[in-house]
């Protein structure tokens, strides 16, 4: 089944939500699915992997422990949505020329959108990489060496960000990313994510039940 962009953003941003994430994180993965959808990657199912392998531990704890050396998470691999808020807060440390060193990553292509975030900020051209992948944010547009690599890889064991040059020619950064405007979406998928999206819901009670539209106790026929 096809979806709309916004029905995606929508939808992945209620089931960050319902999986504990904050309402400023839960906005941030929904943009971030969303922009990777646009780019013909399957990232709804990544979100409906990632929210499954993390379901019960608190989102601080997927997040890097420190800044220092290489970042890892005190429950192991790194969240691509709490890490990829930590990147952007620090768009000026890359535009000045600092690099960064990730250990391993869930659903890394996930972490893409905030790299290119990052880069926007500053106009400062970046790369990430990871296993077989460099991704080139420069002058707005987003180059990639290999198309098919980031749809196929749900984890990745490192990743590295870097300032990029920008060559005279830019088709040597790889193929120019373009933009789909619908994305498919399983039903596998869907339900997963619709179940933590239903997390956000408030339990019904008898006082709401009553309450609800044409709900009385009276009947008049």
Do not use: H
């Amino acid at each position: 089944m096809t979806w709309s962009l916004n029905e995606v953003e929508n939808l992945s941003r209620k089931a960050a939500r319902g999986a504990g994430y904050s309402w400023g994180l839960a906005e941030e993965a929904g943009k971030a699915t969303r922009w990777t959808s646009a780019a013909g990657w399957p990232s709804a199912a990544a979100l409906a992997q990632l929210l499954t392998q993390t379901d019960g531990i608190a989102p601080s704890e997927l997040g890097p422990a420190s800044l220092s050396g290489t970042w890892t998470a005190k429950s192991g691999a790194l969240c691509p949505i709490t890490t990829g808020a930590v990147l952007c807060d620090l768009a000026a440390n890359w535009a000045n020329g600092t690099t960064a060193s990730l250990g391993s990553v869930r659903q890394p292509m996930l972490i893409i959108p905030y790299v290119v975030w990052a880069a926007d900020q500053t106009g400062a051209a970046l790369s990430v990489s990871w296993e077989g992948l460099t991704l080139t944010r420069a002058g707005g547009e987003t180059y990639l060496d290999d198309p098919n690599i980031a749809r196929q890889v749900f984890k990745a064991n490192w990743v590295r960000l870097s300032p990029a040059s920008i060559p005279a020619v830019k088709p040597t950064l790889g193929a120019r990313l373009t933009r789909c405007y619908r994305a498919d979406m399983s039903a596998e998928t869907t339900a997963t994510l619709t179940a933590f999206a239903q997390r956000t819901y408030a339990p019904e009670t008898e006082e709401s039940r009553l309450g609800g539209a044409g709900a009385g106790l009276t009947d008049n026929d």
